[in-house]
């Protein structure tokens, strides 16, 4: 009867145990997901600037060389 | 017999370079965080180093510091172009990317990295590196690892 009883309060705890595990994971992931879109600019706006710099250098300075 | 990772010597691009400095968790994060663990070379130009200064002023301001904090890490940077350098680079790709990759050309590098697709392109096959994206290099760098484990055992 003892025995019946501690298996059963151990099952328990291990379903506790998995779920609190599968609970971490989540957590984990959605942190994650989170600091992904932890960017000031965007990427998009980035290129663009960086084409449109190398432009006006080109004009102003490396198109004369050439 | 231990076989030895080789250390990749890799251009940035300007608009890789920003994006590195923008946020940590994105391919371009990803490979600054190689160059900061020694894992990988980084080679950028003065050319590379002016076009940032310029957009950081311009439009993104709050990269002023990650910029100073990148080129205090110590990354090689390339003597300035020559005239003939600029020329001959051009007949190859015939754009406004030649500074850049003229650049890359004198370092002596294995791979240029850019976001800029037409870019890579532009310049594929044409000379004796490759030009890939982020992502693209990541995937190599990844694959060049496992060939290593796997000569090691």
Known sequence: MANDTSATIL??????????????????????????GMRMYRTEDILKETKKTRKQFWNEKYSKVI | MKSIQKLFKVFLDTSVLLS??????????????LFKLNKIITVISPEVISEAEKAIKNKFPLLKIPFLDFLASQPIITQKLTP???KSTYKIINSEDTPILAGAIK??????????????????????????????????????????QLQAR
């Open chain 1, 11 to 36: 099952e328990r705890v291990n379903e506790i145990e998995k779920s609190l595990q599968e609970l971490k994971v989540d957590l984990l992931f959605d942190s994650l997901k989170k600091k992904k």
């Open chain 2, 20 to 33: 590195s400095l923008n946020s940590s968790f994105g391919a371009s994060g990803f490979i600054i965080s």
């Open chain 2, 84 to 86: 003939k350098e600029v």
């Open chain 2, 107 to 148: 370092g002596k590098v294995d791979f240029l990295v850019t976001l800029d697709k037409k870019f890579q392109e532009l310049a594929k096959n044409k000379v004796r590196f490759k030009i890939l994206s982020p992502g693209k290099f990541l995937e190599e760098y990844r694959k060049s690892l496992k060939e290593v």
